[in-house]
């Protein structure tokens, strides 16, 4: 066993035993006090008398009364919800059996342990029953032979198999066999019954635990030490909110009342102004607060010399980058077949190289013909919605062709979102590029979220002209949050950069960032959650075919995507933009060197804007060359980047087309207008829960989600006679259930975690989700 303080299932003796026995009643009565009871539903005090009292008078082995029923069934299950892990859909599972081919199971393997004693093959007949697994079956078996048969609860595993540890359980018929091989050896030892040992158990799992977590430990690891037979009198245990969250850190923002559960903006209309980021568009630095120059000399003092000499092997490997990415052209952007996702040797290549630039596409993600029906209808959405799109451009840029549509909930989006090929591609690419070095970090990529973002179009033609003189991009997830100890810092994100080793710097490492708050200053459209990926899909327009395939991929420029570029290099381009602020150019020797003392200047960081970048403040990304266009995007294909990713949408040039078609009063397309969804792909932790949670109450009346800020006018729906935006969880449908998760409107089946880790993120989204339903301990 571990040193976890808990007695030895091989050592314990019967007077420990005993003891611990006798102890069960308060701990279950206190656990009971703690969770309250809701009209009409037993206490688990109520349950636990049935499950070790008259449920065992009843059906016992050798008992001659009536045989166990659907709904005797019904009332040891709601036992097992409420002693042990909620499972939010087991108990609607179970209730969808045939009363009278759940009794002929329950008799058939009744009388097969019986004939054979046969304890395997007992479970097997009765999970042939809906949501009957091999702990539930237990449970039925246990009952039937109490002496005999344990029930395959959390804590007897641990204690019996993981030697008082906590560790992965999958409830598999493997894993009870080994539970039940030792069960018997410990009650022919003692002279105790299985029924006793389970109870045992849980007593020294459970009071062990809250001993360990009163002296401030995590209950992941196992308690300390063994809590003294005196200390039958416990205190009620504290029921655990969705803002009880005392084992992580929680997120803060500036000057700001305090949000809901202490995390997240309200969803008023002074939480955020409604509209675009504001951009950044100044071409010269300027200072900043005073604090900013203190927050520079903290991250420089102590390690000057490892950041000159990190500075100066940066900026050598920089240059030999843009050279590599200039030759290659757009030619460098990974790419992958979504049919190819599932073929192992194409999908590692893919993957790898994703990692290795940050960027990549999914291409044909969903049938073109999708693409473009979804096309059209957004378009007419757009006609019907022409009061709430207010077509945002850039405030610098009147004429500039690129407009970003702030609606959020049209059928053509709802639907692309829910779509069970888009979910499946995100699930592939967060799991296959991100990685966590916590084992026990509060995150999953098995259960991507949804994040309702805009669409963006364009005017056919309007990628035309000269790059200008000073080109210009931008990061997302904040600007200033990045070097602020309360935004990144806290998570130590990007500590190896400011340490000066930015080579050890792991831009896909996820535990860094599940508590980071990325929106300090609540810009208008920063996004507040953890996005692993920004999505674009491509919904073309009708010429699309006819003008990708003949591009030169190897130019950023001739093509119709040129008005979309990025830098694909991940580590080496974050590293240089935080650093640069603390670096530079010495006008007497013509050399980069650290400033002394620092100023307050974040080139290209502003309060409440996105992170800017520019040829004249980030001279040594060479933007003109490290800027590189996508490859041609035919509809469906879905584009992904990292968060961290430098990127530009350019507006070169302009056409004939009114530039202002969108915000007339009677808006008129012109002609084949290209557009794209943005679906950015975000995993799921406790953070983006309660994101999920307020964007599910957005949704509901066709308002902006909480990072887009306002309560306008519902969208009006083409499906609804106008009586509010496309909120219809029909429309979720074709994705089935994982989609209706995904938007926050069904619970998350535990069962479904392949970790203890997986499952306690599953366990605080449903607590934040469905409150009602769920209690937790």
């Known amino acids: 066993m571990g040193n976890t303080g808990v007695p030895s299932v091989d050592k314990i003796s019967h007077g420990q035993f005993v003891d611990c026995l006798g102890r069960y009643a308060s701990c279950i009565k206190a656990i009971s006090a703690s969770k309250g009871v809701k009209p009409g539903q037993k206490s688990l005090a109520e349950l636990d008398q049935y499950r070790y009292g008259e449920a065992l008078d009843t059906f016992a082995l050798g ?34 059996n045939e009363p009278d081919a759940t009794k002929k199971t329950i008799q058939k393997a009744f009388k097969h342990y019986q004939n054979k004693t046969d304890v395997a093959g007992a479970l097997s007949i009765l999970t042939q029953l809906k949501g009957i697994g091999p702990a539930t079956a237990s449970l039925l078996l246990a009952v039937h032979d109490a002496a005999n048969v344990i029930f395959f609860a959390d804590e007897a595993f641990y204690w019996l198999c993981c030697g008082g540890s906590k560790g992965p359980i999958k409830y598999n018929l493997k894993e009870y066999s080994s539970l039940n091989d030792k069960v018997q050896a410990v009650a022919k030892r003692l002279d105790v019954k299985a029924v006793d040992v389970e109870r045992v158990a849980f007593v020294l799992m459970r009071q062990h635990a809250e001993a360990a977590s009163a002296n401030g430990r995590s209950g992941g690891g196992g308690p300390d030490s063994a809590v003294p037979a005196s200390d039958a009198k416990k ?143 957004a378009i007419e959405y757009i006609g019907q919605n022409s009061r709430q799109a207010k077509a945002i451009v850039p405030p610098d840029d009147p004429s500039h062709p690129q407009r970003l549509c702030e609606l959020y909930w049209s059928a053509a989006q709802t639907e692309a979102r829910a779509h069970p090929n888009m979910l499946a591609a995100q699930k592939f690419a ?56 309360d935004g990144y810092g806290r998570a130590g994100t990007y500590r190896e950069i400011f340490q000066g080793r930015w080579e050890n710097y792991d831009p896909w490492e996820s535990s860094t960032r599940i508590s980071v708050t990325s929106d300090l200053y609540r810009g208008a459209g920063t996004c507040s959650i953890f996005r692993m990926f920004q999505g674009l899909l491509a919904m073309g327009d009708s010429s699309a075919s006819n003008n990708n395939s003949s591009n030169n991929t190897t130019s950023p420029l001739p093509h119709k995507n040129a008005s979309f570029r990025v830098c694909p290099m991940p580590r080496l381009a974050t590293a240089y933009f935080l650093l640069r602020p603390l670096f530079s150019l010495s006008p007497s020797t013509g050399t980069w060197t650290l400033d002394r003392p620092q100023n307050s200047i974040l080139h290209g960081a502003v309060p ?43 507006g070169r040039g302009s056409d004939s087309h009114n530039n202002d078609w969108m915000n007339s009063a009677t808006p008129t397309p012109p002609p084949c207008p290209s557009l794209h969804l943005y679906l950015p792909a975000c995993p799921l932790t406790p953070i983006n829960a309660l994101y999920l949670s307020q964007q599910r109450r957005a949704f509901m009346r066709g308002h902006p989600g909480p990072d ?10 083409l499906s609804s006679g106008g009586n509010g935006g496309d909120r219809s969880p029909g429309l979720l449908s074709g994705g089935g259930p994982d989609a209706l998760r995904a938007m926050g409107l069904l619970p998350y089946d535990e069962e479904d975690a392949d970790t203890d880790a997986e499952r306690a993120v599953l366990a605080v989204a449903n607590a934040i989700l469905f409150p009602d339903l769920y209690d937790m301990l």
Request: net charge neutral.
């Open 235 to 377: 205190q009620p245990a504290k029921r655990k909110t969705p803002d009880d969250n005392s084992d992580s850190k929680t997120p803060i923002r500036r000057q700001i009342p305090e949000p809901l559960f202490g995390l997240l903006p309200c969803l008023s209309a002074s939480a955020k102004e409604r509209g675009e980021m504001r951009s950044f568009s100044y071409q010269d630095p300027f200072p900043l607060h005073h604090r900013f120059m203190a927050l520079k000399e903290g991250l420089s003092s102590t390690n000057e010399t490892a950041l000159i000499q990190s500075w100066q092997q940066l900026l050598h490997d920089l240059s030999e980058e843009v050279d590599l990415i200039s030759s290659k052209g757009s030619g460098i952007v990974p790419t992958i077949d979504f049919a190819n996702i599932a073929k192992q040797e194409q999908a590692e290549g893919f993957l790898a190289d994703l990692k290795e630039r940050g960027v990549a596409i999914i291409r044909k993600v969903v049938p073109q013909d999708t693409a473009q029906r979804w096309r059209r209808d």
């Open 608 to 650: 409440s804007c996105p992170q800017a970048i520019n040829s004249s403040m980030h001279p040594h990304l060479q933007l003109d060359r490290s800027l590189v266009a996508l490859p041609p995007l035919d509809p469906g294909d879905y584009v992904i980047w990292h968060p961290d990713l430098i990127h530009a949408i350019d």
């Open 430 to 485: 967060m799991g296959g590029a991100w990685t966590s070095r916590d084992p026990g970090a509060k995150v999953t990529t098995n259960f991507p979220i949804t994040y309702a973002d805009r669409m963006r179009i364009q005017r056919p033609g309007s990628v035309k002209g000269a790059l200008a003189p000073t080109i210009g991009a931008h990061v997302d997830g904040g600007s200033v949050e990045r070097w602020e100890h």
């Open 708 to 717: 887009f800020g306002g309560c306008p006018a519902p969208e009006l729906s």
């Open 63 to 96: 008992k001659t009364g009536s045989a166990m029923g659907l709904d005797d069934v019904k009332v040891l299950v709601e036992w097992k919800l409420r002693h042990g892990k909620f499972r939010p859909t087991l108990m609607k599972l179970v209730s969808s």
